[in-house]
């Protein structure tokens, strides 16, 4: 099994501010990477595939890089509708989610 | 536009085989490329993927839980199912099912719902 870790797992953060979520593959994933954000009590929402691609309808403040084992998920100007957890999660022949890291409020 | 709706027990006794059923609209399981997975929720904790059918019925399982379960789809009423046996009260979660489509990820995804195994 490949597994994920992501971090922080906790950020505290402030309305406007930019926030960097690192996730990271045991093993190489090329680029088989996606983040997800979840909030309470709902479905998670795709965010980006393919580590760096934006899903149709999402913000442009959200960015997502990285390849191989090492990628990053940006915020460039946190809302007030973004605080919430997001998930990574690596797509090869199996899947795996990373434990999640909340973004609340400073 | 693409839906997908879970349904089954919302209550299971221990050692009992958990059986969801995913209601799909908006897609074919039948177009190339195209797949339905399963995935879950303990409450408060992270998600847990479990199982993919793809159009062609290839299927995948999460490697820690591939004994106890089992996917399968009728595409003619688009409906797919998962049979998760000898469930435990550490199965309880919220089971969502999801879309996978061209861009291979998990892009629409159902309400979720909440099993909770219990004598």
């Known amino acids: 099994d490949i597994q994920m870790t992501q971090s922080p797992s906790t950020l505290s953060a402030s309305v406007g501010d930019r926030v960097t979520i690192t996730c990271r593959a045991s093993q190489s994933i090329s680029s088989w990477l996606a983040w997800y954000q979840q909030k309470p009590g709902k479905a998670p929402n795709l965010l980006i595939y393919?580590?760096?691609s934006l899903q149709s309808g999402v913000p442009s403040r959200f960015s997502g890089s990285g390849s191989g084992t090492e990628f990053t998920l940006t915020i460039s100007s946190l809302q007030p509708d973004d605080f919430a957890t997001y998930y990574c999660q690596q797509y090869t022949t199996y899947r795996t989610f990373g434990q999640g890291t909340k973004v609340e409020i400073k | 536009q693409i839906t997908l709706k879970e349904s089954g027990p919302a209550l299971v006794k221990p050692t009992q085989t958990l059986t969801l059923t995913c209601t799909f609209s908006g897609f074919s399981l039948s177009t190339s490329g195209v797949g339905v997975e399963w995935i879950r929720q303990p409450p408060g904790k992270a998600l847990e993927w479990l199982a993919l059918?793809?159009?062609?019925?290839?299927?995948r399982y999460s490697l820690s839980l591939k004994s106890r379960l089992t996917i399968t789809k009728d595409t003619s009423v688009s409906q797919v199912v998962l049979r998760m046996t000898n469930m435990d009260p550490v199965d309880t979660a919220t089971y969502y099912c999801?879309?996978?489509?061209?861009?291979?990820?998990?892009?629409?995804w159902g309400q979720g719902t909440l099993v909770t195994v219990s004598s």
């Open positions: 393919k580590a760096s």
């Open positions: 999801a879309h996978k489509g061209a861009r291979g990820v998990a892009d629409y």
């Open positions: 059918i793809y159009w062609d019925d290839d299927k």
